[in-house]
């Protein structure tokens, strides 16, 4: 079963949505529409978005990278510009590439890599159960996602033999967080957000044990902010990576990269 949306459900639902502060609400109108199967779950969709919801968390799922990405309540929206890192570290990538994906929450990178790559070994971490329970959705067969903190769960058969390491772990500086708007803030889980002190505590932790996975010229990869990037480029040369910055002005995306020594 499914709802139709006649001319004046669509006022109804769009005025709603804009006097909640949607922007985009005719077209979240539409979306919200195509996933409610019946209309008790429409209205229940409808009141969860003019709450606050994050529209994503409403629907189920994330459009990323030309994926239809599902997405659990409290676990972190892929953003758009993050599909960025994915271009990158397509770019770099062998023909055969061994692929991890650290804090991959729903599992967003990882998936768009395995679907831009012919064949890639991908392994996807997180260390929120209700991530990688949304990953295993998300992450095609064969790749693998496992639990745990950072490299901790990866078989240490990958030491040495990593292409492409991927991540973009939390960045955000614990006091800023309760400047972020309420959708990331209340909605998404602090693990998602908070990169300590001064938001690269997990970063730094990534680069400081990526040399030992890397291959021989294999890449790091983070997504980082514009202001931040000066010092996790430091990191990276810290770990002895050939390190530079890439950056789009039109997603507003920033990814620092590193080359392992051949
Ligand atoms: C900013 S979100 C990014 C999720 C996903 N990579 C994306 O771009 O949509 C950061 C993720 O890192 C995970 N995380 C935080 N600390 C971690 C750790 N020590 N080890 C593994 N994952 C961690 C969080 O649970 C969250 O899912």
Redesign the pocket.
């Known amino acids: 079963m499914s709802v139709s949306l006649s001319p004046s459900l669509e006022f109804v639902l769009v005025t709603r949505l804009r006097a909640a502060g949607c922007v985009f609400a005719e077209d979240e109108a539409r979306l919200i529409v195509s996933a409610a199967r019946t209309s008790d779950e429409l209205a229940s969709m409808l009141d969860r978005r003019v709450a606050g919801v994050p529209l994503e968390h409403v629907l189920g799922w994330a459009e990323f990278c030309g994926l239809r990405i599902e997405v659990d309540p409290q ?2 929206v ?2 758009r510009r ?1 599909a960025f890192l994915v271009e990158q570290a397509a770019a770099l990538a062998p023909t055969t590439a061994v692929v991890v ?6 599992g ?2 990882g998936a768009a890599l395995a679907d831009t790559l012919d064949r890639i070994e991908l392994y996807a ?4 159960p209700a ?1 990688v329970r949304c990953a295993r959705r998300n992450v095609p067969e064969p790749g693998r996602v496992l639990k ?3 490299y901790a769960p990866l078989p240490t058969s990958l030491k040495g033999r990593v292409d492409i390491l991927v991540a ?3 960045y955000v500086p614990t006091e800023a967080i309760r400047l972020m708007p309420p959708e990331a803030r209340l909605h998404e ?1 602090r ?3 908070d990169g300590g002190t001064d938001g690269l505590e ?1 970063q730094r932790r990534v680069t400081t044990a990526a040399r030992s996975w890397l291959a021989p010229g294999g890449h790091l990869l983070i997504e980082t902010s514009e202001r931040q990037a000066p010092q996790t480029a430091e990191a990276f040369a810290d770990a002895g990576l050939t390190t530079w910055v890439e950056s789009s002005d039109e997603v507003g995306a920033t990814v620092v990269v590193g080359t392992a020594p051949r």
């Open positions: 676990v972190f892929p953003r993050t994906d650290l804090c991959c929450g729903s967003a990178v971490v997180d260390i929120d991530a745990g903190d950072l973009n772990a939390p889980p693990v998602s957000l997990i």
